[in-house]
């Protein structure tokens, strides 16, 4: 009998229990149905990877199930030897037996490895799908990248539950880290806050377990935007200043201009100015990785503008702004709707021509081009203009019309 299948079982059972859930309820938290939780819990066959990478998750254990997942499919492949009844044997007798045994079972795990090792090929295409998600991301349809790379999420995290040489290992570890990021950032841009922070916790797991500064300093990235849009500018902008020194040089601008959006938003406007300086050094030319997004000059020329528009500086940013709009792609939604709103706000917050109803219309404009590719950042944005503008100009039919926007942006 398999020792390390009960083991689990229990352990799910404990786990459970302890929080005071009921297998159902259990089941709803993690996305998965009763049956699937029921099973693991009776034991009588491994539970799946993914589930037991979900469940590590919720519970916050660490690797703890997944480690013993992996102990009994060791066990169940003979990797692990069964505790067994022996009758006694004499010492030199045990130890030629034992001897014996181990030869054999060198041979036995020789060859396991070899047909059990994932195939290169597969390995290369996955690594390739990877780099073509961080090309298309930007323009694909929300609901489409989410169905693709939770598909190849769940593959990967499927081989790595299955025994594997180490170099193999290292490759399907920073996949797992690659494709949970980006299910982090669709997360992040869909709004749904507890994917979003599920996902970048688990790549954040894989990113320490394999070390790559890229994908470190991506998450790191992924963190701040989202400690930003909930109000956290001060953890916003430490998260990637703190991130930024170790980070691989294809992120660090991006990590930079991150920290100053931060300090300019919570009011440390000379921070921001150093963090703005920082992005203009670490800037580099580069072709695309898995990870963050590339950072061009029209993302520098955007991010500048949203960083100079969170300090205020709303006759600075506005020139950057109209550059990036010229700089992005067509297909490039929310690079282009981040643009208008630092244009809202230029029209909105002018010292000498403030012109409201041109501040509604560029929010409107902002929230039209996300209508098919939704970005909860830029609907914050819209949402907070809305908001500064309908107390005076509430009257105003470009504040209403963006008002009647906002709504049907909050109810799709």
Known sequence: MNEELPKLAARIRELRTERGLSISALGRNINYDRSHISKAERGDTPPPAPLIAALDHFFNTGTELTQLRRRLEAQR??????????????????????????????????????????????????????????????????????????????????????????ATQRRLVRLAGQYSYYLGRLGYHTGDTTMAR?????????????????????????????????????????????ALPHADPYVRARLAVYAACGYAAAGDINAAADALDAMKTNLIRSEERPGAGIFDDGEAALWSALALSDAGNVIDADPLAIEALDRAAPDHYEARALAWTVRANAHAQHPHRADPAAAAHAGTTALTIITDWPSAAVANRARRLHHRLVIVHGPLPEVQELGRTLNGASSA
């Open 77 to 166: 492949l003979g990797f692990i030897a069964e505790p067994r009844r022996e009758e006694a044997i004499p010492t030199d007798r045990r130890q030629l037996l034992g001897a014996a045994a181990a030869v054999t079972f060198a041979g036995d795990l020789s060859r396991t490895l070899h047909t059990s090792d994932v195939d290169p090929l597969t390995l290369a295409e996955l690594e390739a799908d990877s780099l073509q998600v961080a090309r298309d991301y930007w323009s694909t349809p929300h609901p489409t990248m989410i169905e693709h790379v939770v598909e190849r999420w769940t593959q990967v995290e499927t081989l790595l539950g299955q025994r594997t040489r180490i």
């Open 198 to 242: 599920r996902f970048a916790i688990l790549a954040s797991q894989h990113a320490e377990d394999h070390g790559d500064p890229l994908l470190i300093g991506s998450i790191a990235g992924l963190r701040s935007c989202m400690a930003y849009e909930t109000g956290a500018y001060d953890t916003a902008a430490d998260i990637a200043a703190t």
